[in-house]
């Protein structure tokens, strides 16, 4: 296959690009970017995709891989308490990848990432013998008093979610066991193609809240709640009942013989974010983030002393162990 030359790919990425944005001393081009930090702490935070591991190339378009590839990260800056900034991308590159699915990914993330005010200002590009890769490493900025860990959660706070969940496993399900599409179907499969990192609602729930703990929902909604407890030294309870799950995603559930439990504990790659706060914060909380950003907040349980543990409440009073059972890497069992 006839391919554009490295340095011909590169002056192609910088038109794409376009002009550097304020900040940016030096951008794509050169032997390392030149930035100009701003007020406040920088943020740092990186993400390897692999084809066949995170996304295959039949499931999705090309700027739908870009765009995903980049919100992974924004989500992680989002989930911080920051806003992205500069980021670079360094992609290896198939023998069977045409020069228009380079440009096409590219677009995919500078849409995502312009949306947020974000650049792109340097990164690499090789040839590999394997599957596509997509790796970034992107830079945010937080206010120091802005800042959130997923180490802070407190004994009696309430547990709020954004969003809703089990679309994204729902739809990967969807197109892996090939389902004829119908309005549910293409709802849940865009939900995997395209999800959204929750940049506003983070800033909005920090504007009028006090959290004390914060995480994006990467690898599911019980392992990420999980890592908020690990890392906080508590115990959690969440309701089964409260916990989100758009009408569709049910639906498709339905379709393909699993839970809504199931899928909204398990769903990697919603990145809605789970969020401790005080629960005398938690109306004026729900009502400015709706208002701010269109995005429902929902209450889900509690932090709980460690000795209570970590569990669900069922429908029918009963109780029983959170689990981990999202995705997990390096895991002999897990297979996406």
Known sequence: MSRRGELDLIKAIRRRIGAPAPRTVIGPGDDAAVIEPGKGLLLLTSDIFVEDVHFRRCFATFEDIGAKCMTANLSDIAAMGGFPTKAVV???????????????????????????????????IVGTPGGLVVSIALIGAADQERIVPRSGAVVGDTIIVTGHFGGAEAGLRSLASDLDENADVAAVRSRHRRPVARVAEAQAIIDVATPHAMIDVSDGLSSDLLHIAAESGVGVEIE????????????????????????????????ELIVTIPGSELERTVEHVRAVTGTAVTPIGRVVPRAQGRRVVTGEGGERELTRTGYEHLSETDER
């Open 90 to 124: 360094s992609l290896c590159v198939p023998d069977d990848l045409p020069d228009n699915g380079i440009d096409r990914l590219y677009d995919g993330m500078l849409d995502v990432l312009s949306r947020h005010g974000g650049e792109v200002v340097g990164g690499d």
């Open 240 to 271: 089964e009942d409260a916990v989100p799950v758009a009408s569709e995603t049910a639906r498709v559930g339905e379709m393909l013989g699993v839970g809504r439990l199931e899928l909204a504990l398990g769903s990697g790659e919603e990145f």
